[in-house]
């Protein structure tokens, strides 16, 4: 490659746009990264992990985009319509202000379900502004052919297992595969854009002015309806909102699945190989994406991932890694073998770019604590759990009382080796505490005498094993000195007392060790190796633990000043990405489902103990 290594990275920032310079739009199936400057350059096509039809973010040459924007020099603002999950962009020139109102219709039971639309809105609202289009979309993240057919006002791509149609109220022209306009809107006017998956029993069909307006009331309303069953009242509601409308978004309507995150590969360090795909449902994750929408009041959600657990997480067969797998498809399938896609060069040419996960073979005792108090909480606070729940819930407990002790891969998914991780047995010591508490509270029948007698042992064994006279401090793994944020969860959990003297010694500790300016690194992969090369910036939900110990500490102005801290490194949009970066800058998938489900319950107790 020519140039310097400073000219190439100066090029690389010119070519991709900034991962949190992004919104995010969806229809509970699927969803699209919005940039700063207009541009689609994320989205897959029709779910959340089909491959990609644009993924310029990933490359910007061979990904695809949907490029929409003012056509002369201009200032841009991006933020969402009140309330809702419609993005809006604005561009401020010398001659006019424009905007861009990006959504996606969510589809009901009706025929049209099977439409997965995409809706780009063009309103000149001062002025007058000439603006230009380019849809070039780039099937099988960018490994597929495809032919293009223009007919009276829509584009027809075609590929060999997807076509899509774009209807447009301007005339559209042809540049090898994509299609482009040029077009002037005065004050007032309005022009529109829709992406259509066609197919079976969708056909194109046209969308003029006056359904892309009546859709996009529709869709403000779906939004503005959902979100009224909140019962947060709270200092930060306009954060906890934005959290729980992107939790919403990262939903798939058709199984009640909740992914990680939308995107993958956005890389943890640039340039480094920590680029992992986080299109699937992570046990852990969505399972702690219950606890966070079952206390603000949203019990649908819930109920739809519980169905998703009885149909897909219950236990069967018992795979070498356990009853269960740390992850699934967001149709429930198992296979999630992880190949790398060697044509894309990766985000600002941080390569590799994965599809697939390897991790979802390892063993993570945690996941059965996650899941079991999720559905402890469920039965607390939205409904009983059924018979055939119970049974699942008592078949899991049964395991893990077998199996506690084993040496397993983690939290964090290391590739180092199997180690015996306090927090792993820390959630095997909640999945057995939860399901007495259930046995005791619904007269459930249970081998409570064996229950008991496991769950005191996992105690003794953290407390004699977890903790180091040394260090002072609960540490990462047993025979070991080194500090994990991940046990930031022992108080959270209920396992110990948030004033304990060795709690509070073990976060004073974590303090000093791996908090700076208030974040939170997961770990020192110096100190403790992870199979992997490179490092990571802080992790996002480790920062969000730190608030919550704090706050049950009782240390409320620390826990006040790194909760307002950690608020002014979000996106324009209130938006968190998996970690951040030496800089400040927000990197890996975008946005993270853990960050922003910890950010709630952060919120939520730390209101609560101000008053």
Known sequence: MDGTAEERGASDERRYVPI????????????????TNGTIDWYCCPDFDAPSVFAAILDAERGGCFELAAAVPARTRQFYFPDTNVLITRFFTEDGVGEVQDFMPVAGESAEAGRHRLIRRVVCVRGSLPFRMRAAPRFEYGTRPHTLRLTDGMALFASEALSLALTSTVPLEADGPDAWADFKLAEGETAVFALDQVGGEVSPRRCARREAEDQFGETVRYWRRWLSSSRYRGRWREMVHRSALTLKLLTYAPTGAIVAAPTTSLPEELGGERNWDYRYVWVRDAAFCVYALLRLGFSEEAAAFMGFVSRHVSPGTDRPSGPLQIMYGIDGRTDLSERELGHLEGYRGSAPVRVGNAASDQ????????????VYLYDKWAEPVSSEQWDHVCALVDWVCAHWDQPDEGIWETRG?????????????????RAIRMAHRRGLPADLPHWQ??????????????????????????????????????????????????????????????????????????????????????????????VEALTRAGRLDEASLAFEKMLTYANHLGLYAEEISHSGEQQGNFPQAFTHLSLISAAFNLDRALG
């Not at 063993?363 to 999720?374: C, E, F, K, R, T």
Request: glycine share 8%.
């Open 20 to 35: 949190a310079d992004h919104g995010l739009i969806g229809d509970l199936r699927s969803v699209a990264l919005v940039g």
């Open 363 to 374: 063993l993570q005792l945690d996941i059965y604590g996650a899941l079991i108090d999720s």
């Open 417 to 433: 080796g199997r180690k015996n991780f306090l927090y792993s047995r820390l959630m095997c010591w909640v999945a057995i505490e």
């Open 453 to 546: 007698a496991s769950r005191d042992s996992v105690y003794r064994r953290i407390m004699s094993h977890g903790w180091s006279d040394e260090r002072r401090a609960f540490v990462q793994h047993e025979e070991g000195d080194v500090l994990d944020a991940a046990v930031l969860m022992m108080p959270l959990a209920k396992f110990i007392a948030p004033t304990d003297p060795k709690w509070l010694s073990t976060l004073d500790s974590l303090t000093e060790d791996l908090v700076s300016d208030s974040l939170v690194y997961r770990y020192d992969p110096r100190t403790s190796p992870d199979g992997l090369h490179g490092g990571e910036g802080t992790f996002s939900i480790c920062t969000f633990w730190y």
